[in-house]
């Protein structure tokens, strides 16, 4: 058989010809002298049809029914190399059918123990490594890829450079989040929390930079927002305002939007994505309110129908509800701006006039899928900063590298981070961040 494969998603490129495809059989059925083969190659789902007399004429009395008595009881996740026509079937929910000619067994697939009927998420999520083959997870990692695609072109449009920060720490860069320590011969040492404080040091060398990598929180948060090991994009960037920053983010995340749009439109289908929400997302201008305008406008609409939120005081942190509640509200991606220095990192730089609130945003996602982005004006100053440091109860030695940005011309810098899987789940409408990274690593869940 000659293997000059097709993929399913190029398949209608090749309408009236025959073609030959490396895929895997997902699903099957039959009803007398047809078999139908639900096939999967990571690309798209597609079905072949073999028919048993086509068999015959092709391959004469024997062979033939062999080959057809082979497709007949082919098992779930059996690999396969499909040689059939390509043609048009309005019936056939992909368009197009394989009118099959020819099938080699390339793999033998034994009790797959994922089969068609539902599962409980604990037992998916033991056997990840086989549940990645199916068609929602598919194409959750095809908009996950989308994305990434997206950012890369953005930052590269925007005259960003790539500059990657370490994975590996003498310090923290939130003081504000739990550290995963390791042991570097003899000294401690911890994963990053994200690659801010290094790309700060890229920004004074090279102006506009980002960092795009995974990322490590020791929380115990038991969420489905929450995993221990996630991947972040981090932009930092010398001369801009707090305001422009924000625009900068804005901007940033609609071409995210656009991006999977354009490069997934099948993937957001399979997941059935409400898109003109989304084109709704790039259309409107994002919605900016102050913490303080935040709790005033929670306060005031505290018990109404789907407000059911917990009372918050000036000053107090926003739980998930509220965070809901809040973007729900707007109906589109809402920046808080200015929170209160005491939740927020040592780096921000405080509001001008009032040291109590800090120059930062964080960019919550509408239909309740929570932050997705922080991000802040950062301080510039080398003796304020150091009085933070002190405050915070952190060590100035370990943040010598990062107070020298301040002593040798300073100036003015904004970034901010975006957590991957939370834009996976936004953009595609996952409930649960665990299905938007190949491998999710959770409080309790280190394997597979
Ligand atoms: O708001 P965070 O903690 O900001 C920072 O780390 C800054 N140093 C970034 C910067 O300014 N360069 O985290 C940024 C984003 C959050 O908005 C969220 O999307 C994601 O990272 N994130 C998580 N994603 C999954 N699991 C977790 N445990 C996360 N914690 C934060």
């Known amino acids: 058989m000659s293997k000059e494969l097709v993929s399913i998603i190029d398949v209608p490129k090749h309408l009236g010809q025959e073609v030959t495809i490396g895929a895997w059989v997902a699903n099957k059925s039959g009803k007398g002298k047809l078999a139908f083969l639900q096939l999967r190659d990571g690309t798209a789902y597609f079905q072949a049809v073999a028919f048993k007399p086509n068999l015959i004429e092709k391959y004469g009395e024997e062979l033939g029914l062999e080959k057809f008595d082979t497709i007949k009881h082919l098992s779930q996740e059996t690999s396969v190399y499909v040689t059939g026509i390509v043609k048009e079937d309005?019936?056939?929910?992909?368009?197009?059918?394989?009118?099959?000619?020819?099938?080699?067994?390339?793999?033998?697939?034994?009790?797959?123990?994922?089969?068609?009927?539902?599962?409980?998420?604990?037992?998916?999520?033991?056997?990840?490594?086989?549940?990645?083959?199916?068609?929602?997870?598919?194409?959750?990692?095809?908009?996950?890829?989308?994305?990434?695609?997206?950012?890369?072109?953005?930052?590269?449009?925007?005259?960003?450079?790539?500059?990657?920060?370490?994975?590996?720490?003498?310090?923290?860069?939130?003081?504000?989040?739990?550290?995963?320590?390791?042991?570097?011969?003899?000294?401690?040492?911890?994963?990053?929390?994200?690659?801010?404080?290094?790309?700060?040091?890229?920004?004074?060398?090279?102006?506009?930079?980002?960092?795009?990598?995974?990322?490590?929180?020791?929380?115990?948060?038991?969420?489905?927002?929450?995993?221990?090991?996630?991947?972040?994009?981090?932009?930092?960037?010398?001369?801009?305002?707090?305001?422009?920053?924000?625009?900068?983010?804005?901007?940033?995340?609609?071409?995210?939007?656009?991006?999977?749009?354009?490069?997934?439109?099948?993937?957001?289908?399979?997941?059935?994505?409400?898109?003109?929400?989304?084109?709704?997302?790039?259309?409107?201008?994002?919605?900016?309110?102050?913490?303080?305008?935040?709790?005033?406008?929670?306060?005031?609409?505290?018990?109404?129908?789907?407000?059911?939120?917990?009372?918050?005081?000036?000053?107090?942190?926003?739980?998930?509800?509220?965070?809901?509640?809040?973007?729900?509200?707007?109906?589109?991606?809402?920046?808080?701006?200015?929170?209160?220095?005491?939740?927020?990192?040592?780096?921000m730089k405080p509001v001008p006039g009032n040291p109590e609130r800090v120059l930062c945003a964080d960019l919550l996602a509408p239909e309740g899928y929570g932050e997705i982005i922080g991000g802040s004006e950062r301080e510039t100053d080398y003796d304020k900063l150091l009085e933070k440091i002190k405050e915070n109860g952190l060590n100035p030695d370990d943040y010598a590298f990062y107070l020298d940005l301040r002593k040798y011309g300073s100036v003015p810098h904004c970034g901010f981070g975006l957590g991957l899987e939370r834009m996976v789940t936004f953009v595609s409408g996952t409930k649960h961040i665990r299905e938007a990274i190949p491998f999710p690593r959770m409080l309790h869940r280190i394997k597979p």
Request: proline share 4%; hydrophobic share 40%; charged share 25%.
């Open 90 to 347: 309005e019936r056939s929910k992909f368009g197009y059918e394989l009118d099959v000619t020819d099938l080699e067994v390339i793999g033998e697939s034994v009790d797959y123990p994922i089969t068609p009927k539902e599962h409980g998420t604990d037992f998916l999520m033991d056997h990840r490594h086989l549940w990645l083959r199916s068609r929602r997870q598919m194409a959750i990692m095809q908009i996950r890829n989308a994305i990434i695609y997206a950012s890369a072109d953005f930052f590269d449009k925007n005259g960003f450079i790539k500059f990657d920060s370490p994975i590996l720490s003498g310090n923290a860069a939130e003081n504000t989040t739990e550290l995963f320590e390791t042991d570097y011969f003899g000294n401690p040492a911890f994963l990053s929390q994200s690659g801010q404080l290094y790309l700060e040091a890229g920004a004074m060398a090279l102006g506009r930079v980002y960092d795009f990598g995974p990322v490590f929180r020791a929380e115990k948060s038991k969420t489905r927002r929450h995993l221990t090991e996630f991947w972040m994009m981090d932009a930092e960037y010398p001369f801009l305002s707090h305001d422009q920053s924000l625009d900068l983010q804005e901007a940033y995340v609609k071409a995210l939007i656009q991006g999977v749009l354009e490069r997934a439109p099948q993937a957001l289908e399979i997941l059935e994505r409400d898109v003109t929400l989304l084109e709704k997302y790039i259309k409107e201008p994002f919605k900016r309110i102050s913490y303080d305008d935040a709790i005033t406008l929670l306060q005031e609409h505290e018990g109404e129908e789907g407000a059911d939120y917990e009372h918050l005081e000036h000053g107090d942190d926003f739980g998930s509800p509220h965070e809901t509640w809040i973007s729900n509200y707007f109906g589109v991606p809402t920046f808080i701006v200015n929170y209160p220095a005491s939740f927020k990192a040592f780096y």
